[in-house]
């Protein structure tokens, strides 16, 4: 017999309301999550390190600064590029004669009178100025004898895991940072060293994959020291990677201006990252949106010293001026490219390389017919590994020029 009207009905009364209270249920659910989650990352998709494997090295762009004189250098850094998959946008240096003396900054300046100097801070002021103007997330900023190893997409994805660990707060405790001196360091403070493999798991990046809270990045610098318990203005987290099989060995680790208590108080084939201390040079930087509306406008109207000591004064707020959030790594993964060929920089009143580097140049052209000169640090050299390249068929067997001995 067919059922009734009235049984049909109270059957379909019965479906609605048992889907109309998983409804409920879901969305209680699915509102509790909502009111955890912080707004921006309710919107945004967690950044994972696969992004540092594009040709940008996971930053919105990579700029270099190249005199339009010097093409012999923009033709090194685009072979360069080519051997590491990666895209530069060019960007001309200025020349500090072609300053406006109506553009120069009234504060400060006036008795420095390196024309090279001058040019070097207009020409990273300009990229300030175009990474605020287009809103790049963040920059790397290339000078254009730079040097990198042919791993680097590999050796980036464990900075980026370090900046991580110093700058995101804890995943099991939003509040709290692995670092106890960061963000707010202080007198006295404990100088904290996490080993990158034991490292405690962090709120995923939103903004950049090397994280959310970072102004500046030195990946390539020819100095740094590193913060330490008596240096209340900087915070002193360290990750440390240990076994690094793209650091040189001890006898040939060229610190130069770097802290040596990278010799003394860590391993072999460690490398370090950090917040940054006493930064010299501006062979690679980082800079995010953030940090670069921070530079344009400080450095920007006011000049007083070299640009790598400005920012050196912003990453340590001093002398009045905005404070940065500022990383480093040592030793350094970007480094100067000392050429046998090549002439030398422009920055410089003189072009003359020092007889002590000339040596060490020729003694190290003089291994291969196609390594015409020697950067410090890095193993396989994007630069000294061009001619290999466009040779090809070099089935992975790159050129190391610190080969560790036998």
């Avoid at 970072?214 to 913060?227: A, E, K, R, Y």
């Avoid at 670069?292 to 002398?319: F, K, P």
Wanted: glycine share 8%.
């Amino acid at each position: 017999m067919p059922p009734s009207i009235a049984s049909r009905h109270s059957r379909w009364r019965f479906y609605l309301a048992v889907g109309l209270a998983v409804c409920i249920v879901i969305a209680i659910k699915c509102f509790d999550g909502l009111r955890a989650a912080p707004v921006t990352r309710m919107f945004s998709k967690a950044l994972g390190l696969e992004t540092i494997a594009n040709s940008t090295l996971g930053f919105g762009e990579i700029f270099v600064i190249n005199m339009p004189h010097r093409t012999d250098r923009r033709d090194a850094m685009t072979l360069a590029g080519g051997v590491t998959n990666l895209t530069f946008t060019f960007r001309d240096g200025v020349k500090g004669v072609d300053i406006s003396d109506n553009a120069w900054p009234k504060y400060g300046g006036d008795h420095l009178n390196n024309t090279g100097e001058k040019g070097c801070w207009r020409s990273h002021m300009n990229l300030m100025r175009e990474i605020v103007h287009r809103n790049i997330g963040s920059a790397l900023i290339l000078e254009d004898d730079a040097d990198w190893d042919i791993r680097i997409s590999s050796q980036l994805e464990k900075v980026a895991l370090a900046t991580r660990t110093l700058t995101q707060p804890l995943l099991s405790d939003p509040n709290t940072y692995a670092d106890p001196t960061f963000p707010s360091p202080f007198k006295d403070q404990p100088v904290t060293s996490i080993e990158l493999s034991e490292r405690p798991e962090t709120v995923p990046p939103v903004l950049s994959p090397y994280g959310d809270d970072w102004d500046m990045l030195f990946v390539g610098h020819c100095g740094m020291q590193w913060p330490k318990e008596d240096t209340p203005d900087l915070s002193a987290g360290r990750v440390v990677v240990s076994d690094d099989n793209t650091v040189p060995d001890p006898d040939v680790l060229n610190l130069g201006w770097q802290s040596w208590d990278l010799k003394t108080l860590y391993p072999a084939y460690s490398r370090v990252i950090h917040h940054a201390k006493v930064p010299v040079c501006t062979q690679g930087y980082a800079v995010s949106v953030r940090g670069a509306r921070r530079i344009l406008a400080d450095l920007g109207s006011r000049y007083t010293a070299s640009v790598d000591n400005m920012y050196r004064e912003m990453c340590e707020g001093q002398n009045g001026r905005i404070k940065l959030t500022c990383l480093a790594v040592q030793p350094s993964l970007i480094t100067q490219w000392r050429g046998k060929i090549t002439g030398g920089g422009d920055i410089s009143a003189s072009a003359q390389v020092p007889e002590e580097e000339r040596k060490k140049t020729e003694a190290w052209a003089e291994k291969s017919a196609y390594l015409d000169g020697w950067s410090p640090n890095v193993r396989w050299s994007a630069r000294g590994n061009t001619k290999q390249w466009a040779k090809g068929g070099n089935d992975g067997k790159w050129i190391d020029q610190w080969a560790p001995k036998a």
